[in-house]
């Protein structure tokens, strides 16, 4: 059973606007840090953004500082990513993860306990 399920991704145009969601269940995203990566075919998956157990910490790569913003909402369970002024270099498939003492992140990446399925963002210039 996969206790992380993305949704929300699709084929956008360039500069357009997506919200990706990721819902728990089986465990209580209350009690996790939460984060999203990123990953196209024959490359790493990349960090993205990051939300502190507590959600007063965020963290961001320089690749979407400014344009994506993480926030989580603990009574639904959910954890979401707004990504504005889309651009072709993000398409991808995007990942969320839980974890209950680390922080996401590229260094943390391979320790993660939870991982989603992943929803495919196309972005067409």
């Known amino acids: 059973q996969r206790q992380l399920v993305e949704s929300g991704g699709r084929s956008v145009q360039d500069g357009d606007s997506l919200r990706l969601s990721c819902t728990a269940s089986?465990?209580?995203?209350?009690?996790?840090?939460l984060g999203w990566f990123r990953q196209v075919p024959g490359k790493e998956r990349n960090f993205v953004a990051a939300?502190?157990?507590?959600?007063?910490?965020?963290t961001y790569s320089d690749s979407v500082k400014g344009r994506f913003t993480i926030s989580r909402d603990d009574t639904e369970n959910t954890v979401y990513l707004q990504m504005n002024s889309l651009k072709p270099e993000d398409t991808a498939v995007y990942y969320c993860?839980?974890?209950?003492?680390?922080?996401?992140?590229?260094?943390?990446?391979?320790?993660?306990?939870?991982w989603g399925q992943g929803t495919q963002v196309t972005v067409s210039s």
């Open positions: 993860a839980a974890d209950l003492i680390r922080m996401p992140s590229d260094e943390s990446r391979d320790s993660l306990q939870y």
């Open positions: 089986g465990i209580s995203f209350g009690v996790y840090s």
């Open positions: 939300t502190s157990r507590r959600g007063d910490y965020t």
